[in-house]
C-alpha cells in the first residue's frame, strides 16, 4: 500500500521504474542488474528529504537481491515511499536506553525483550544478560527493555499500521494483518532468533497461515520455546457469562492454528489494571488488539498466558487512545489526508501529540483535548506551552478542545495540504 518510487542502481543508464522493480517479465533483468551492483548503494528518489541511499542485499540460499534502506534512515523518505520508518523522535521510541532497539541495514532491528523466549532447564526464565547503562547525557532515555506493549507498538509502527495514506481506502481491512505482521516480525530480531518464529498470527482456517501457526507451535515445543500471538480480540459480547472478569482465555478473532490460550493467576487482573481504557472501550464495541506471551504446561497439551497488553484501533487498524481521537481519525480519513498516530511504547512522562499531519512541508502535531479535572487541565496548559514554543514559528500546530465541544461541532479546520 506504500508506493514504490523509482531508483537510480549503479550500472544504470536511467532510474529504475516501478513497473522495472516489480513486474514479472523484468524480474531477471532486475535481479541482474541488482547482483551485479551488489556491495555498491543504490538510491531512492522519492520526494522525501535526505539522501535516502538504499543497501543491496542478498537473500543466502536463494538467489535473490533486494533493496534495503540504510540504518536510521527511513524518515528521510517520503511518508508513502515504501522505505519510510517514523523518525525516533516522533514515537516513544526515544526513551530507550541505547542497545534496546538497533536498527541494522536490511529492513531489520533488533530488540531487546523483557521476556525470555527459550525456556532455561532451571525454570527461572531470563537470560543473563548485562544492564545497559543509563547515558546522563540523555537524560530521557530510561527504558532499558522493551515491554509487550512495547513490542506491539514496534509491530504496528514497523507495519505502518500506524499510519494512513489515501491510497489507502478499500484496502485497508483486518485481512492484511494476515500476511503484514508476519512479514513484519520476519525483520524483528530478539533472543539470537527472528521473531516470527515464535509468533501467531491471524489466520483463516485452511489457509497457509493457521499451517504456519501449526508449525510455529510444533517448533517451540521441540526447542522449549514460549511464543507470542497477536489479533483482535472476539467481541465482549462473546465473553463468557458477560462479565470481563470471568474470563477464562483469550478468544481472537481469525485464530486458526492458535491453541487456546487460558488466563490463570493475576494476568488478566493485571491487565484490566494496566489496560482498563482499552479494556472499557472493548465492552462499548471498540476494536481491540491483543498480544499475549505465553507457554505450555509441563506434561500438558494445554497453554497458559504469562501476560496480555492491548490497544484499541479504528476500523482501519490506526491506534486510538479515546473514542474523541476516533473522532479526529475519521475526519481525516474523509478529508483524505495523510497522517499518523505516534505510539508511547514503553515511555512515561514524554510528551507525543495524539496524530502527526504528514502532507506539509514541516511536521505538524494534532492535539485532542477531552478532559477539564485540574490534573487534565495543568497537563494541557503544559502541553500548550510545548507546542508553542516548539512548533508556533514552523508550520504550527492543531488543537481541538472537545471538552468544550462535546458535540463535534466546531472542530478546527486543517490547513492545506501542500504535498
Known sequence: MFETFEVEVPGAQFPCSKGYQTEKDKAKLWQRLLKNAHGKQAKCLCHGQGAKLLNIRYLK??????????????????FDCRFFSEAESRSGLRAYVEGV?????????SVRLSHAIQIRANNDGDDP??????????????????TLLGLLHLLWTRSNLHA???????KRKDAILEWQLKKTAENIKTHRMTLDRVLLTPAQRGSMDARR???????????????LAIGVLEPFAGAVEDSVDQMPALSLMNSAGIPKLYLNGQVWPDAQKSFAREIAAWKKGAKTIAIAFFNLRQNSKYYDVLEVALMRVSDMLIPLDSSLEGVVETMLREQKRKFSKPLRFDADEQTLPDFWLNDLEDEYPMEVFGMNTADYLQRKAAKIIHYQTEYSKRSGWWQWDAAEDPDARNIPQLPPAMK
Open 213 to 227: 501457526n501449526v508449525s510455529v507451535l510444533d517448533t517451540a515445543k521441540k526447542h522449549n520455546y514460549r511464543l
Open 129 to 146: 544478560q548485562p544492564v545497559l547503562a543509563l547515558n546522563p547525557r540523555k537524560p530521557r532515555r530510561t527504558q532499558r527493555v522493551m
Open 61 to 78: 540460499g536463494s538467489e535473490h537481491y533486494f533493496l534495503a534502506r540504510c540504518a536510521n534512515t527511513g524518515s528521510e523518505h517520503a
Open 101 to 109: 532497539v538497533l536498527e541494522g541495514g536490511d529492513n531489520d532491528v
Open 164 to 170: 494512513w495514506v489515501p491510497a489507502m481506502e478499500g
